[in-house]
């Protein structure tokens, strides 16, 4: 079983950037496909963003491309989320997931692995 920890998040101000963090507790994480969703209060959890298990192919929802990068260093076994132009409608809890094979990375329901989350505000 992979754990995963989300790290990163804050009170930021529009226009900021702020860098996410997943990290997972052992290599097989290198062979794991990642997305990172979010979840406002009273909204459905949403994709974010995805990258596969080499970092070669990367997936972005329409409302961050352009202003977010999903990144991983397998070294450190940790997956990315670089934000930049953040926007208040940005806020919300941001999870990361994983799983060895995802065919729909936009699905929550295709990732067996999560993380607690991690709250990013973003004050105008």
């Known amino acids: 079983q992979v754990h995963l920890v989300e790290s990163g998040g804050g009170l930021v101000q529009a226009g900021d950037s702020q860098r996410l963090s997943c990290a997972a507790s052992?290599?097989?994480?290198?062979?794991?496909?990642v997305g990172w969703f979010r979840q406002a209060p009273g909204k459905e959890r949403e994709f974010v963003a995805a990258i596969s298990w080499s970092g070669d192919k990367t997936y972005y929802a329409d409302s961050v491309k352009g202003r977010f990068t999903i990144s991983r260093d397998n070294a450190k076994n940790t997956v990315y989320l670089q934000m930049t132009s953040l926007k208040p409608e940005d806020t919300a809890v941001y999870y990361c997931?994983?799983?060895?094979?995802?065919?729909?990375?936009?699905?929550?329901?295709?990732?067996?692995?999560w993380g607690q989350g991690t709250q990013v505000t973003v004050s105008s």
């Open positions: 052992e290599h097989t994480f290198n062979t794991y496909a």
């Open positions: 997931a994983a799983d060895l094979v995802v065919v729909k990375v936009k699905v929550p329901g295709n990732y067996d692995y």
